[in-house]
């Protein structure tokens, strides 16, 4: 059973899929703010297509909020 945050259960009232994979990099993130994990992974987690988590990815990337450091890690930069 997941436990989620008010803030979280109310964003995810807005059944977006881009929330939803923003809540999962928020979520799953370490304390350098690096990810782990795949489009395919991060999709199926977020139970949302590759393409919809390659579209955040990409627009999060051209906003400085996200960097690839390499396959499968990728780092946060302005949380």
Do not use: H, P
């Not at 400085?64 to 946060?76: C, D, E, G, P, W």
């Amino acid at each position: 059973m997941k436990t989620e945050s008010d803030i979280e259960a109310y964003l995810l009232t807005s059944d977006s899929k881009a929330v939803k994979v923003l809540l999962w990099l928020l979520k799953n993130r370490d304390k350098e703010n690096v990810v782990n994990g795949t489009l395919d992974s991060i999709a199926l987690d977020c139970s949302v297509t590759k393409m919809t988590v390659n579209r955040v990815f990409k627009r999060l990337y051209s906003e400085k909020f996200l960097v690839k450091l390499r396959n499968s890690q990728y780092q946060l930069k302005r949380v």
